[in-house]
């Protein structure tokens, strides 16, 4: 498949106006995708966890306008304007504009809305990115009569990715691959696919508690991260890590072996920091608490036999994942011993979901 598949035939429907709300989760990555290509192209390919409470529901309304003057857009978050959101929306319209021709013909409300507090220091971006692509993938579907429920996906994942890389991931659930793996059937750069074989019933209802340590503004954006990658000296390794650390996940989620989960989950996530902490220029994402909660998690698991690990975006906050049966148990470990270097003692519990919906 290539991009010239996702051009659609003329629209056969005319509509003047409507409506669609779609609600899109968040997704944490076990293998992390860290450096890109030209057109959102990924490096290496990587697999996530599709979230489930932590997510953004977003109305798109959608009326023809009288002339075709470039692209006419407003944007809400929680009912108030935000003229900050446009450049990005603008940025991703351009980007999808071929893919969308409709995108010129109306004048387009956005409204959005987050279950987590919008400055909590977790990312939007792939919620928000994924909940709107599939927004206008409804708005196409009216135009045009002949749209099957998965190419209707794929295009979405595909849209979504343009928006925010990561952002491919979250359409479905639970567990999504995107970029191409000799292993994994169906795998592509251009869009995330659902993980196609056998998961061990270890991993069902997987539980994440977010730890929120730094809720500021992200020190580094995605777009400087990832540029970090290009010229960087390990990169070439990285990348054929994360592949056959990917290999290695096939397995794991077979076998279900869940101290070899904890190695992989854990070192990627070190992995993802140390070559931040290695390019040019540098950064340390981390925060002293995070490094706290780190030692504490490792302790306890050692104490307790626990099957408790960690895992970190590109920040400071910790996701704290561990199997339904330690559900009680490590939320009291949290409670007792973590919460106290939160934010505001801030956290979110949250859990492996099935993907976005239609509302
Ligand atoms: O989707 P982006 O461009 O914001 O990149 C996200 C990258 C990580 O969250 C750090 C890793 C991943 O695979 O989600």
Same mark, same amino acid.
């Given at each position: ?17 409507g ?26 390919p990587?697999?996530?966890?599709t ?22 857009f ?26 969308l ?23 939007s971006s792939?919620?928000g990115?994924s ?6 993938? +409804? @708005?196409? %579907?009216?135009?045009?009569? &002949? ?8 295009? $979405?994942?595909? !849209? ?62 995605s ?26 996940m096939? +397995? @794991?989620? %077979?076998?279900?072996?869940? &101290? ?8 990627? $996530?070190?992995? !993802?920091h ?15 608490n ?23 975006d ?23 011993e ?11 519990c ?10």
């Amino acid at each position: 498949m290539t991009e010239e598949n996702f051009i659609p035939k003329p629209y056969t429907n005319l509509i003047d106006s409507g409506s669609f709300t779609w609600a899109s989760p968040s997704n944490i990555a076990l293998v992390k995708y860290w450096g890109k290509k030209e057109h959102q192209i990924p490096e290496n390919p990587s697999i996530s966890f599709t979230l489930n409470n932590c997510k953004t529901t977003t109305t798109v309304s959608f009326s023809k306008k009288e002339i075709n003057t470039g692209f006419s857009f407003e944007v809400f978050l929680d009912g108030e304007q935000k003229e900050d959101f446009k450049p990005k929306i603008e940025i991703f319209f351009k980007r999808v504009e071929v893919y969308l021709p409709f995108l010129n013909a109306y004048h387009f409300k956005i409204e959005t809305s987050n279950t987590f507090p919008h400055s909590s220091g977790i990312a939007s971006s792939a919620s928000g990115m994924s909940a709107l692509a599939l927004c206008l993938m +409804s @708005i196409e %579907k009216e135009l045009s009569t &002949d749209v099957s429920e998965q190419d209707f996906i794929k295009k $979405a994942s595909f !849209l979504s990715r343009l928006g925010s890389g990561s952002a491919c991931r979250s359409l479905e659930g639970d567990l999504v691959v995107w970029g191409t793996h000799d292993e994994i059937k169906g795998s592509s750069d251009l869009f995330g696919v659902k993980y196609p074989y056998d998961v061990h019933q270890n991993f069902k209802n997987y539980q994440d508690t977010i730890l929120l340590v730094d809720k500021g503004e992200k020190q580094v954006s995605s777009t400087v991260g990832h540029n970090l990658m290009h010229g960087h000296p390990f990169a070439q390794k990285r990348f054929k890590q994360a592949n056959s650390n990917l290999s290695q996940m096939v +397995s @794991i989620l %077979k076998n279900g072996d869940l &101290d070899q989960f904890i190695a992989l989950v854990e070192s990627e $996530a070190l992995t !993802l920091h140390a070559m931040m902490m290695t390019s040019m220029p540098y950064f340390i994402l981390m925060k002293p608490n995070t490094l706290e909660i780190i030692n504490k998690i490792w302790n306890y698991r050692k104490q307790k036999g626990s099957k408790v690990c960690f895992t970190l975006d590109a920040g400071a906050n910790v996701h704290v994942l561990y199997p339904q049966n330690e559900r009680a148990s490590v939320l009291e470990f949290i409670k007792n011993e973590l919460v106290a270097y939160c934010q505001n003692g801030q956290y979110i519990c949250d859990v492996i979901g099935l993907g976005a919906n239609k509302l």
